[in-house]
């Protein structure tokens, strides 16, 4: 009987990862940064394509792959401050999955971050789950170069910088413009960052 129950199970298991199983051998693909990703039929014939993103919609959260290194600091900071987010795994890729709600289109939306070689890039996508779909999509690109460790180190770091800056900003922005015999200074030395105005 437990035999029985052992060899039902397994069999149950193997049809539900069949099922699950997308065939991505029919897929076109499209180059954005330094990878080369697959990309679903029904997200061919993009709207915009070039080195930095893929855009398959003038709606870029209908589905995007981008490329953000150059940017990484501002956009994921920003994605922190205005998402909901969670660490996950995905096609053996460390990733980050923020997920937020418009209210303009009434829809959910997911930005899912990872790392390919040694560049960070993500993909947007309707929806607050991560489909075997866009699971396929992130299996395309390379594996990172990085350590799970690694991989959050640098995102940590990077929304530090972007919250410095952002206060830094912020504070110049508190002091008046108009008296030129005031200007403000940042500082960075062993004790941090200091701000300020002097006269």
Same mark, same amino acid.
């Given at each position: 009987?437990?035999?029985?129950?052992?060899?039902?199970?397994?069999?149950?298991?193997?049809?539900?990862?069949?099922?699950?199983?997308?065939?991505?051998?029919?897929?076109? %693909?499209?180059?954005?940064?330094?990878?080369?990703?697959?990309?679903?039929?029904?997200? !061919?014939?993009?709207?915009?394509?070039?080195?930095?993103?893929?855009?398959?919609?003038?709606?870029?959260?209908?589905?995007?792959?981008?490329?953000?290194?150059? $940017?990484?600091?501002?956009?994921?900071?920003? &994605?922190?401050?205005?998402?909901?987010?969670?660490?996950?795994?995905?096609?053996?890729?460390?990733?980050?999955?923020?997920?937020?709600?418009?209210?303009?289109?009434?829809?959910?939306?997911?930005?899912?971050? &990872?790392?390919?070689?040694?560049?960070?890039?993500?993909?947007?996508?309707?929806?607050?789950?991560? %489909?075997? %779909?866009?699971? !396929?999509?992130?299996?395309?690109?390379?594996?990172?170069?990085? %350590?799970?460790?690694?991989?959050?180190?640098?995102?940590?770091?990077? &929304?530090?910088?972007?919250?410095?800056?952002?206060?830094?900003?912020?504070?110049?922005?508190?002091?008046?413009?108009?008296?030129?015999?005031?200007?403000?200074?940042?500082?960075?030395?062993?004790?941090?960052? $200091?701000?300020?105005?002097?006269?």
């Amino acid at each position: 009987m437990i035999r029985k129950i052992i060899i039902l199970s397994l069999a149950l298991f193997m049809l539900v990862n069949a099922a699950s199983a997308v065939d991505s051998s029919n897929w076109s %693909t499209a180059t954005v940064g330094y990878e080369e990703f697959k990309i679903p039929p029904k997200y !061919e014939n993009p709207y915009e394509s070039d080195f930095d993103m893929y855009e398959f919609d003038e709606d870029i959260d209908e589905f995007t792959i981008r490329y953000v290194n150059p $940017n990484i600091m501002d956009l994921y900071g920003h &994605f922190i401050e205005h998402n909901k987010m969670k660490k996950v795994k995905v096609a053996g890729h460390d990733a980050v999955h923020f997920t937020s709600y418009d209210r303009h289109d009434e829809k959910n939306n997911s930005k899912l971050w &990872f790392s390919a070689g040694e560049e960070f890039y993500y993909i947007t996508f309707r929806g607050s789950k991560i %489909t075997p %779909t866009i699971k !396929e999509v992130v299996k395309s690109a390379s594996k990172s170069k990085y %350590t799970h460790d690694e991989f959050y180190s640098i995102l940590d770091e990077e &929304f530090k910088n972007y919250k410095i800056v952002h206060a830094i900003e912020s504070q110049r922005y508190d002091y008046p413009t108009s008296d030129k015999s005031h200007h403000s200074f940042v500082s960075f030395g062993s004790n941090g960052v $200091n701000f300020g105005v002097m006269s």
